[in-house]
T-cell receptor, first 114, second 111 residues
Framework: EADIYQTPRYLVIGTGKKITLECSQT?????MYWYQQDPGMELHLIHY???????EKGDLSSESTVSRIRTEHFPLTLESARPSHTSQYLC?????????????FGPGTRLTVL | GIQVEQSPPDLILQEGANSTLRCNFS?????LQWFHQNPWGQLINLFY???GTKQNGRLSATTVATERYSLLYISSSQTTDSGVYFC?????????????FGQGTILTVHP
């Protein structure tokens, strides 16, 4: 299993605040992903990166932004949080160099915006 | 885009029972993964199985890519098997590497 970490695990903040969700992986994976999941629902891809300085928007439109300055780090930022952003955010990574491209997921961040 | 459908949506079992979960997908896929999401929200890899059959303890999975479905078998279920089981696929081409998830099967195992 890959080692992939997310902080914070839980976050409750007020409307209008700027937040950054952290995601790091120690396996040297070139690809990283952010998914959004509402309770009891399927996951939707919101951002992905195929390497340093590469970021793309996913299938679900999101007001968040991401950056990939280092291979191991893929933070997600919300400039002004709103209650509609309340959800679980899951980070994942994979390595195209190993042939299987299996994605491994972090523990997630549960975000509540009041 | 590719569509992924899982069945049944909900499943309730007594401990010790066996079950089969199904995943249908609408187009050719390069890869397919099964996950278990525990009550704390963590997604745990069960199988990477674009084709063929794999087994891991009480769990096994079979993917028939030509017929566009995959099955997850759980034998002698335990209460710790409870949670949501997701199937996810890679559609390939320009979307290579991006997982599309099914809506999940919620499994509840009673003691």
């Amino acid at each position: 299993e890959a080692d992939i970490y997310q902080t914070p695990r839980y976050l409750v903040i007020g409307t209008g605040k700027k937040i950054t969700l952290e995601c790091s992986q120690t396996m040297g994976h070139d690809k990283m992903y952010w998914y959004q999941q509402d309770p009891g629902m399927e996951l939707h891809l919101i951002h992905y990166s195929y390497g340093v300085n590469s970021t793309e928007k996913g299938d679900l439109s999101s007001e968040s932004t991401v950056s990939r300055i280092r291979t191991e780090h893929f933070p997600l930022t919300l400039e002004s949080a709103r209650p509609s952003h309340t959800s679980q955010y899951l980070c994942a990574s994979s390595s195209s160099g190993r042939g299987t491209d299996t994605q491994y997921f972090g523990p997630g961040t549960r975000l509540t915006v009041l | 885009g590719i569509q992924v459908e899982q069945s049944p949506p909900d499943l309730i079992l007594q401990e010790g029972a066996n079950s089969t979960l199904r995943c249908n997908f609408s187009d050719s896929v390069n890869n397919l993964q099964w996950f278990h999401q525990n009550p704390w929200g963590q997604l745990i890899n069960l199988f990477y199985i674009p084709s063929g059959t794999k087994q891991n303890g009480r769990l096994s999975a079979t993917t028939v890519a030509t017929e566009r479905y995959s099955l997850l078998y759980i034998s002698s279920s335990q209460t710790t098997d409870s949670g949501v089981y997701f199937c996810a696929v890679y559609a390939g081409g320009t979307s290579y590497g991006k997982l599309t998830f099914g809506q999940g099967t919620i499994l509840t195992v009673h003691p």
